[in-house]
C-alpha cells in the first residue's frame, strides 16, 4: 500500500465548474496535510495547509480534512483554465519531518 | 516566487560522472531538504539539513550526499551518476520553529538528464 494515494487523472472539468480532488493516506501519525500545484516542467506551488479536522477555505480553495477516514481532499470552486496542472497531495508526521507525496492529479479545466 | 533559488537549471552529464547541484534558502529559513523527482511521479526525499547537520534522509545511496552552508545553502552531490538519476531535483526550505515549520517551500529545480 502507498503511504499516499491519489488518482492520477486526468480529472477534466469545465470551466465555472467545482473540481474535487482526493487524497488517501496509510500513516496514522501523519499531523500535516498540503495540496501543492505543480504546472508543467515548473516546481510544486504551496497552495493549501490543513492539519485539523473539517474545512479551511483561502478564496476558491477548500481543503477539507477527515483523520478518521485518513481521507484529504480539496476542491477548487470556479474552475478557470489556468488551474489546469497536476495536484500534489503531501502528508507531513512532526515539525522537521519529510513530506511524503502522493503522484498526484492531473487536472484539466476546459474552456 | 518562494525566495528558494537553485542552480543551475538544466544539466546533461554522461552516466558515471559526478554532479554539484546548489540550492539557496529563503531568507529566515535555516532548514533545507532535497527531492528528487522523476517524470511522472511525486517528489521523493532525500535528505534533509539542519545547522548543518543531516537530520534525516530518505531511500537513496550513499553517493547522494549534501552539505550545508553557515548560512543556510546547500548543495546536493551525486556521484558515479546512472540513467536513472535522469530527473527534477527540488530543493525545499523551511523556517525551524513553530507550526511554519511544517511548510516547505520549492525552488524552480534543477533538470538533470544522464546519458
Known amino acids: 500500500q502507498k503511504e499516499v494515494e491519489q488518482n492520477s487523472g486526468p480529472l477534466s472539468v469545465p470551466e465555472g465548474a467545482i473540481a474535487s480532488l482526493n487524497c488517501t493516506y496509510s500513516d496514522r501519525g501523519s499531523q500535516s496535510f498540503f495540496w501543492y500545484r505543480q504546472y508543467s516542467g515548473k516546481s510544486p506551488e504551496l497552495i493549501m495547509f490543513i492539519y485539523s479536522n473539517g474545512d479551511k477555505e483561502d478564496g476558491r480553495f477548500t481543503a477539507q480534512l477527515n483523520k478518521a477516514s485518513q481521507y484529504v481532499s480539496l476542491l477548487i470552486r470556479d474552475s478557470q483554465p489556468s488551474d489546469s496542472a497536476t495536484y500534489l497531495c503531501a502528508v507531513i508526521k512532526s515539525s522537521g519531518d519529510k513530506l511524503t507525496f502522493g503522484t498526484g492529479t492531473r487536472l484539466a479545466v476546459r474552456p | 516566487e518562494t525566495g528558494v533559488t537553485q542552480s543551475p537549471t538544466h544539466l546533461i552529464k554522461t552516466r558515471g560522472q559526478q554532479v554539484t547541484l546548489r540550492c539557496s534558502s529563503q531568507?529566515?529559513?535555516?532548514?533545507v531538504s532535497w527531492y528528487q523527482q522523476a517524470l511522472g511521479q511525486g517528489p521523493q526525499f532525500i535528505f534533509q539539513?539542519?545547522?548543518?547537520?543531516?537530520?534525516g534522509r530518505g531511500n537513496f545511496p550513499p553517493r547522494f550526499s549534501g552539505l550545508q552552508f553557515p548560512n543556510y545553502s546547500s548543495e546536493l552531490n551525486v556521484n558515479a551518476l546512472e540513467l536513472d538519476d535522469s530527473a527534477l531535483y527540488l530543493c525545499a526550505s523551511s523556517p525551524s520553529e513553530g507550526l511554519s515549520s511544517m511548510k516547505q517551500y520549492f525552488g524552480p529545480g534543477t533538470r538533470l538528464t544522464v546519458t
Open positions: 531568507s529566515g529559513h535555516n532548514t
Open positions: 539539513y539542519y545547522r548543518e547537520e543531516e537530520n
